[in-house]
């Protein structure tokens, strides 16, 4: 296989794993569970929750982009470490790290009115946890594949 086709190839790859990291991203808080959290809610709540879930979502997009430029840094100013695993590590630990330590408003459980609110919460937290690893382990393996094959 020549070398273009293989950037070539390699770089949809990675977009296709972009592309499927910013859609489960966004997509968690679209899904059945949240549905039956919203149902639960009062109108104050639902417009906290909304808010916290943007607030979250933007956060991680900012600790994702932070990751990728860092990585893209390292693998053109310092090569010498752009090795694969490396690359997708300062991808991950920046996203990570960067994801937790940011400030965010209280988990909105707190404010819950009721128990069956609560126990809503539960579940789509632990829906949208799921989400969040899946989301970023495609992301990180497409900054992997996209440091694999620098053209």
């Known amino acids: ?3 273009g086709n293989l950037c070539s190839l390699s770089s949809l790859i990675s977009i296709a794993f972009i592309i499927g990291m910013i859609f489960m991203t966004l997509t968690v ?5 949240s549905e039956q959290l919203l149902s639960q809610l009062t ?4 417009n ?6 943007r607030e979250r979502q933007t956060i991680y997009f900012s ?3 932070l990751g990728v430029a860092l990585s ?7 090569p010498q470490y752009a090795t694969v695993s490396f690359v997708a590590a300062t ?3 920046t996203t990570y790290f960067y994801y937790i330590l940011m400030p965010k408003k209280p988990l909105i459980v707190t404010q819950l009115s009721s128990q069956k609110a609560r ?4 579940r789509v937290y632990r829906e949208m946890q799921v989400g969040y690893h899946g989301g970023l382990a495609l992301g990180i393996a497409a900054v992997a594949i996209f440091a694999s094959q620098r053209c």
């Open 29 to 33: 808080n679209k899904r059945a569970l």
């Open 72 to 78: 893209f840094a390292i693998m053109y100013l310092m």
């Open 91 to 93: 991808a991950f630990i």
């Open 119 to 122: 126990d809503a919460w539960q």
């Open 48 to 53: 906290e929750y909304a808010e916290r879930v």
């Open 63 to 65: 600790g994702y982009s």
């Open 1 to 3: 296989m020549k070398l």
């Open 43 to 46: 109108h104050t709540e639902r």
